[in-house]
């Protein structure tokens, strides 16, 4: 794995920039898991019955963001960029022949917007909505720094599988 060159959180800060220095150290986490594996490593599934993959879990973390950030925060109405129209399955984890320069560039490019959404916000307090729920951005922001994290830590035992390396 490569060098850490994660950014640590402040420990006294205001709450958006708590929240947003803790969301950013998980996506940078991911990122240092997947950090020097090749298409092959980058797609090795933990274990049968598991579709879960590193590759899979980069998808997985552009269309959450995409979905929380850009759809209800936002009001937008973007589409899953790996479903297909009309399905309701999801295809992140469909990686057999995904690829990887693109899985990283969208998921890249979903974590930009979703930095300028939070930073456009007048208040953590602004909300958004999906179906009949109501979300503000505070509660938005915590939900991605679990969501990160949770998968994280799929992350670190996948990696482990592929070549050993552990860590935090």
């Given at each position: 794995?490569?060098?850490?060159?994660?950014?640590?959180?402040?420990?006294?800060?205001?709450?958006?920039?708590?929240l947003?220095?803790?969301?950013?150290?998980?996506?940078?986490?991911?990122?240092?898991?997947?950090?020097?594996?090749?298409?092959?490593?980058?797609?090795?599934r933990?274990?049968?019955?598991?579709?879960?993959?590193?590759?899979?879990?980069?998808?997985?973390?552009?269309?959450?963001?995409?979905?929380?950030?850009?759809?209800?925060?936002?009001?937008?109405?973007?589409?899953?960029?790996?479903?297909?129209?009309?399905?309701?399955?999801?295809?992140?984890?469909?990686?057999?022949?995904?690829?990887?320069?693109?899985?990283?560039?969208?998921?890249?490019?979903?974590?930009?917007?979703?930095?300028?959404?939070?930073?456009?916000?007048?208040?953590?307090?602004?909300?958004?909505?999906?179906?009949?729920?109501?979300?503000?951005?505070?509660?938005?922001?915590?939900?991605?720094?679990?969501?990160?994290?949770?998968?994280?830590?799929?992350?670190?035992?996948?990696?482990?599988r592929?070549?050993?390396?552990?860590?935090?």
């Amino acid at each position: 794995m490569s060098q850490d060159h994660r950014i640590p959180t402040p420990r006294t800060a205001d709450e958006r920039t708590t929240l947003t220095a803790m969301l950013q150290f998980q996506r940078d986490t991911l990122a240092m898991k997947c950090a020097g594996l090749t298409a092959e490593q980058l797609r090795t599934r933990a274990t049968a019955p598991s579709g879960l993959s590193l590759l899979g879990l980069v998808r997985h973390a552009a269309e959450v963001e995409r979905g929380w950030f850009r759809n209800i925060v936002n009001g937008e109405r973007t589409r899953s960029r790996w479903t297909p129209p009309g399905s309701t399955d999801w295809a992140d984890f469909d990686v057999d022949d995904a690829d990887v320069d693109e899985a990283f560039a969208v998921w890249h490019e979903e974590c930009a917007r979703a930095r300028e959404i939070v930073a456009a916000a007048p208040s953590l307090d602004v909300t958004g909505s999906h179906g009949d729920e109501t979300y503000s951005l505070r509660y938005v922001l915590a939900h991605m720094i679990e969501e990160y994290a949770r998968h994280n830590g799929h992350a670190d035992l996948l990696r482990e599988r592929i070549d050993g390396t552990t860590g935090e």
